[in-house]
């Protein structure tokens, strides 16, 4: 009787587990990056920022938006003045109206949004099959693990699917996307991007790097946040050292 409750209990728990791996819809945990920004003195690496958003840019771009980035926010990324003119300047958005109520097209301003691929979310859909491509200034912050994320999603397609799923038209099969079919070409391989500093042009590398880029859009701040949380803790140390003495001070000719 023991015997048999034990038993049934192992398999009770361990059911639920194995009918998720038969149904092949679960998701293996992701797997973590070594970032330059973790960690309460990490910061972020301009030279992989700039070569992520190269990679936006190139290839990310023609799908998705990131309109809460301005082409000024770009001085964070070590361009000067001038250079985010001239990147601002190869894009053109519409304006207006001017005099005569029309509107126009002008070169975009430092002080401009990044230019969306699309004028509107239909638009988008219609474009890649019905799936909305969302918009990437938040990304890694509306993820679970959203660097690591990233990285996971960019590295995580498979050609050989696993026995008995089927794809329909425009699904790609990737182990880390949640349902696994997802509705976006793999957007990066081995040396589809180059760059020009050198670094290895790999698909771990450009994940690394496009990862690197949507962790500042999506949080500019973090170095200043954990400056400032520094000087707090250092204050407060230093704070409750002088009150310390003050109170042996005060104490001390009490017997
Ligand atoms: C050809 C269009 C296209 C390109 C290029 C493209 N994507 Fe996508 N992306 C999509 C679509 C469509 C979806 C929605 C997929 C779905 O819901 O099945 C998507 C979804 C995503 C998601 C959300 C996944 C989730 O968890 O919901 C991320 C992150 C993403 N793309 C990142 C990128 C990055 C980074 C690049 C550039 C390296 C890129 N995409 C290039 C079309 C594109």
């Not at 059911?15 to 973790?38: H, Y």
């Not at 994940?207 to 170095?223: G, R, V």
């Amino acid at each position: 009787m023991f015997v048999r409750n034990i038993l049934s209990a192992i398999i009770i728990s361990v059911a639920p587990v194995s009918s998720v791996l038969a149904a092949g819809g679960d998701t293996p945990p992701i797997p973590s990056q070594d970032w330059s920004f973790s960690g309460p003195f990490g910061t972020y690496d301009k030279a992989a920022l700039q070569r992520g958003y190269k990679i936006y840019r190139e290839v990310c771009a023609s799908c998705h938006s990131m309109k809460r980035v301005r082409f000024r926010n770009l001085e964070a990324l070590g361009y000067n003045e001038d250079q985010i003119k001239a990147i601002a300047a190869e894009y053109s958005v519409e304006d207006g109206p001017n005099e005569d109520g029309d509107m126009f097209e002008r070169a975009a301003l430092p002080s401009d949004a990044f230019i969306s691929p699309f004028p509107n979310d239909n638009a988008a859909k219609a474009a890649n099959g019905g799936a909305f491509p969302p918009d990437l200034s938040l990304m890694t912050k509306a993820r679970a693990n959203g660097s690591n994320y990233v990285h996971a999603l960019m590295t995580g397609y498979k050609d050989k699917l696993p026995h008995g799923v089927e794809l329909s038209d425009g699904q790609y099969w990737n182990t880390y996307f949640t349902g696994n079919k997802i509705a976006m070409a793999p957007p990066l391989m081995d040396e589809s991007i180059s760059y020009e500093d050198g670094t290895i042009e790999t698909l771990d590398q450009y994940a690394k790097d496009i990862s690197h880029f949507l962790t500042w859009a999506a949080d500019p701040y973090m170095e200043e946040r954990k400056r400032t949380g520094f000087k707090v803790i250092l204050f407060l140390l230093i704070f409750a050292g002088v009150m310390y003495g003050v109170k042996r001070r005060i104490w001390s000719n009490i017997h």
